[in-house]
């Protein structure tokens, strides 16, 4: 994206705030379920926050900011991206300026060009968590980690491919990877 806006796009520009799109970022994710995921994540030693300063023992975020908001993990990148909703969700953080790793000097005024707005998909997100909890019950603790890391890798391999058929090696191996995730697949082809 480049940092040089056209006339036309900003007439199109909406006036914000940080705490603003911070506010819309959360909910879309409490919208959409993401917290489902974490609360399988989280115990099973999958923390994203693990090591962060702004980490409060029992009360979570201390600092939010629109880096950590922005951020996605692999779990959730992935049903982002089978939802479709990866690229909308990029593209909105990306006209968020001023994003570091795990702190940020976005101002506290500025525009974006367009919002977010929370999809009705709490149900793949509990089809997800529910198929995540029963997995990890049979597998090596590490095993969690290493899905969320795979899972992150492979999406951002695709989101940042133009070659379908890179694209569609990557699907197939993403599919190998969520075989036994029987319930998101079902719930999934409710979208279809």
């Not at 990029?90 to 929370?118: C, I, K, S």
């Not at 029963?134 to 980690?145: E, F, H, K, T």
């Not at 992150?152 to 995730?181: C, G, M, Q, Y």
């Amino acid at each position: 994206m480049s940092g040089f806006w056209t006339w036309e796009q900003k007439e199109l520009a909406r006036p914000t705030t940080k705490q603003e799109v911070i506010e819309a970022g959360l909910a879309y994710l409490e919208g959409v379920g993401a917290d489902l995921i974490c609360k399988v994540c989280i115990p099973g030693g999958g923390s994203c926050c693990s090591g962060c300063p702004f980490l409060e023992d029992g009360v979570g975020c201390g600092q939010r900011n629109t880096s950590c908001t922005a951020w996605l993990c692999g779990f959730l990148k992935y049903i982002y991206y089978e939802a479709g909703l990866i690229r909308e969700w990029e593209e909105f953080w990306d006209q968020v300026p001023g994003q570091q790793f795990r702190y940020d000097t976005t101002p506290r005024h500025f525009a974006v060009r367009g919002w977010l707005e929370p999809p009705k998909l709490r149900f793949l997100f509990e089809a997800f968590a529910d198929d995540l909890q029963r997995l990890r019950r049979d597998r090596p603790a590490s095993w969690l980690v290493e899905l969320k890391g795979k899972l992150d890798w492979h999406i951002d391999e695709i989101v940042d491919s133009t070659n379908p058929k890179f694209i569609k090696r990557i699907e197939a191996k993403l599919h190998r990877l969520t075989s036994d995730f029987h319930r998101f697949h079902q719930a999934k082809a409710q979208l279809d």
